[in-house]
């Protein structure tokens, strides 16, 4: 089926459908342009989400968890799927767009000069009409002519009237107009044998050529086009392998989320190595110690609606007494010292045994790194056109020193958690010996305390509500605080030394004596205060407690 054989009028169609054609490649140059635009923006902005979403320095502890090192690592394959999106847009501009905008130059070029072809045929064969027009208004105009000659010349010929010589000169103009008439029709006749062949071979060969050839370029376009599309499709292709593996890597990462270990991790970080608080001891108010006197001993759990009471604190104000005043909490503390003694035991020891494994480490690479220059100062010198020796000696000096030096840091290391570990232990034991000498509570002791009671009505009970130890509900106490005046219960001596870093909480030397102005009330602080009359909460497994009322049973 050709153009040519089909459409050999029709050249001002052709050449609109071959323009709208192009413009349509115009078009899909555009929309690849824009893809290209929105893939990239794309890429951009899921890079942008990934690096907004990093760890930063002061989360690092929070993605030791396999919840965070999982969303971490799906964070990381998104920007490789987004890279993958990046590669898609270079590819499609690089090559679809390149080679598309290459062949609408070429199309356009091809089909101006198919078009001026057409037009100068169109021209030579609109002459040829024109010529075959003047031809044929001569011989139209000669055949009058010789007519009106003749007809003349029989009226002049059958007049009587007139002399022979006019009616001869009648006959010569008759004879001149149909020779002339003759030659017109006679140029006619050939201008129209041209016209004929000029019109022939442009309706059979010539124009037909012309939209062959657009036909043909048409087609070359709308294969190219296809290829184009099936470009686009691979570069889609390519890269869907890539992204397949990111989302395995991704799902990889959701399978490796193990609660279990994360539970696991959470007791290794923040497990403070307290001992658990004793029972309470039992308090006999039958020996002669006064309601008053036992309920300043007891802890105050009793919460008064009318005045809501809060615990002291070093400034004498009442202050909430939060959760173990805030060990687990946020709290802003101090540049952390060099053997952790400000942490809890066993989150100290842990720190010391980082702290060794990292020296180490660190000692087995500087010493890796002295055998490589030894071996190679052995090399030296057996062949000293390779280097000289005496170049690796400072170095293995400096190497020596910093060997040195981790080594004194690790023995300085070693005996803080050597320290640790005897502290440890000689708090419990310390607190095993303690509280041996609590009280138990007799068949007989309770019959004297259920006399007491019901002797004096409207005595507070003493409950152990750990609850009620810490704080009450923020917006359930007045603003204004009342102050108590804790009365001294007893004695205690620190067995190691303890930095405040909390809230509420006091520092004590070793050895330091102090007084006891509130006991353990089941979360592992007791309340004292110094000679300075300092009040303050510290870590009862660090003291060696002597309780007034256990002198007086």
């Not at 000169?169 to 006619?188: D, G, I, P, V």
């Not at 004929?196 to 190219?224: A, C, G, W």
């Not at 108590?484 to 050895?511: H, K, Q, W």
Request: proline share 3%; glycine share 4%.
């Amino acid at each position: 089926m050709s153009w040519g054989a089909e459409l050999w009028d029709q050249y001002d169609t052709i050449a609109h459908h071959t323009q709208r054609g192009i413009e349509f490649n115009e078009k899909f140059t555009h929309f690849l342009k824009e893809r290209c635009t929105i893939e990239l923006d794309y890429a951009r902005s899921l890079k942008k989400l990934v690096r907004n979403f990093q760890p930063r320095k002061k989360e690092e502890d929070e993605y030791q968890f396999t919840w965070a090192k999982g969303f971490i690592d799906m964070v990381n394959e998104l920007h490789d799927v987004a890279s993958q999106h990046e590669v898609v847009a270079e590819n499609l501009q690089g090559n679809v767009m390149k080679d598309m905008q290459n062949l609408i130059a070429e199309l356009k070029q091809e089909r101006k000069r198919l078009l001026n072809e057409g037009q100068k045929i169109q021209e030579q064969l609109n002459k040829s009409y024109q010529h075959l027009d003047r031809a044929k208004n001569r011989y139209e105009k000669g055949f009058k002519e010789a007519e009106k000659t003749m007809e003349s010349y029989r009226k002049a010929d059958a007049d009587i009237n007139l002399s022979r010589a006019e009616v001869e000169k009648t006959r010569m103009l008759m004879n001149t107009k149909a020779q002339l008439c003759e030659e017109c029709k006679n140029e006619y006749a050939a201008q129209l044998l041209t016209t004929n062949q000029h019109q022939s071979n442009f309706y059979t060969s010539l124009m037909p050529e012309v939209f062959q050839q657009l036909q043909q370029m048409d087609e070359k376009r709308i294969n190219r086009l296809k290829d184009f599309i099936h470009q686009c499709a691979d570069v889609e292709a390519n890269v869907i392998p890539i992204i397949n593996t990111c989302i395995d890597g991704m799902k990889k990462a959701a399978n490796n989320i193990d609660a279990n270990n994360d539970s696991r991790l959470v007791i290794d970080r923040n497990k403070s190595g307290f001992p658990k608080p004793d029972d309470i001891p039992f308090e006999d108010l039958s020996l002669g110690q006064s309601i008053e006197n036992s309920n300043n001993v007891t802890p105050k759990n009793t919460i008064d609606h009318k005045n809501t009471s809060k615990l002291a604190t070093l400034s004498g104000k009442s202050k909430k007494r939060t959760g173990l005043f805030g060990l687990f909490g946020s709290s802003k503390t101090d540049d952390q010292k060099e053997d952790f003694s400000d942490l809890p035991p066993n989150q100290r020891r842990r720190k010391l045994t980082q702290k060794i494994d990292s020296i180490k480490k660190e000692m087995a690479k500087e010493s890796a790194e002295r055998e490589g220059m030894l071996k190679m100062k052995d090399v030296y010198c057996n062949n000293p056109a390779l280097g000289d020796p005496t170049t690796l000696d400072k170095k293995v000096e400096e190497n020596a020193q910093k060997i040195d030096g981790l080594r004194q840091e690790l023995q300085k290391f070693e005996g803080y958690l050597s320290d640790a570990e005897n502290n440890s232990s000689r708090g419990r034991d310390k607190r095993n010996s303690t509280s041996d000498d609590s009280i138990s509570m007799t068949a007989s002791e309770s019959s004297v305390i259920q006399r007491q009671d019901n002797s004096l009505p409207g005595t507070p009970q003493t409950q152990h509500n750990v609850t009620n130890v810490y704080a009450p509900v923020d917006g359930d106490v007045d603003d204004e605080e009342d102050e108590f005046n804790y009365p001294v219960i007893g004695t205690c001596r620190a067995l190691y030394r303890f930095e405040a870093v909390n809230e509420g909480s006091v520092p004590m030397d070793e050895n330091e004596e102090m007084f006891i102005i509130e006991q353990d009330q089941g979360d592992g602080w007791t309340r004292i205060r110094k000679d300075d009359n300092i009040e303050g909460f510290v870590p009862t497994s660090y003291l060696q407690c002597h309780l007034y009322e256990v002198d007086q049973v």
